[in-house]
């Protein structure tokens, strides 16, 4: 039973390629997330979605679009892929954005831009 | 934004010792602090948290220790075995996320 599970958990693509990536998450948490893992392993927190709602957009370019068909999925999708945006990317959700709890994550999809 | 960071980036231990992992932290609003385990491979996983309220916490051979005054964290790690060989963050909340710090690499040997 994957709490929090990510496809795919490998992406190879050339630049300029248009690519998404899938979350789901059956725990029924409110809030779901997206964070880049760098190659220095730093997590950076780019967006959050509670209950289908964004409220948080950090200073990720617009080729970035998360989508939310419900609280329970919080898709990925990246237009013009660069080189720059190879990285993990994690997906991650809470109870809700208000109380304090630890967030779950799911494996994590590595992106290579080639 | 405020981040979260951590004095050392890697930590080598024998098993059995017992493992001390620092951070510090820049915002003094932050209420909630988590630390966080990450194998090769795999996501990052929930170790122990705590509230501002308290300045200590005990886990299963984990306790974290904070410090408010001086805006610091601590993990410790009794009996470090090789399993616990990962990447340790920690994480402070002073508003809608989760901020992560750079992560210390804590290696065991046996």
């Known amino acids: 039973d994957t709490a929090v599970s990510q496809t795919p958990k490998y992406l190879v693509t050339q630049m300029g390629n248009d690519k998404s990536i899938k979350c789901e998450q059956n725990l029924g948490h409110d809030t779901m997330y997206w964070y880049k893992q760098d190659s220095k392993k730093f997590l950076k927190i780019m967006f959050s979605y509670n209950n289908k709602e964004l409220i948080i957009n950090e200073t990720v370019p617009n080729r970035f679009s998360p989508k939310s068909p419900d609280k329970a999925h919080l898709n990925l999708h990246i237009n013009s892929l660069e080189l720059g945006d190879s990285a993990v990317y994690f997906c991650a959700s809470s109870q809700d954005v208000r109380t304090d709890y630890g967030y779950t994550f799911g494996s994590g999809t590595r992106l290579t831009v080639v | 934004g405020e981040s979260v960071g951590l004095h050392l980036p890697t930590l080598s231990v024998q098993e059995g010792d017992n493992s001390i992992i620092n951070c510090a932290y820049s915002n003094s609003a932050s209420d909630y602090f988590i630390w966080y385990k990450q194998e090769s491979g795999k996501g990052p996983q929930f170790i122990i948290d705590i509230r501002s309220n308290m300045d200590k916490r005990q886990g299963q051979r984990v306790t974290v220790l904070l410090n408010k005054t001086v805006k610091h964290l601590s993990l410790q790690i009794a009996a470090t075995q090789p399993g616990d060989s990962a990447v340790y963050f920690c994480?402070?909340?002073?508003?809608?996320?989760?901020?992560f710090g750079k992560g210390t690499t804590l290696s065991v040997s046996s």
């Open positions: 994480a402070e909340k002073g508003g809608t996320a989760l901020i």
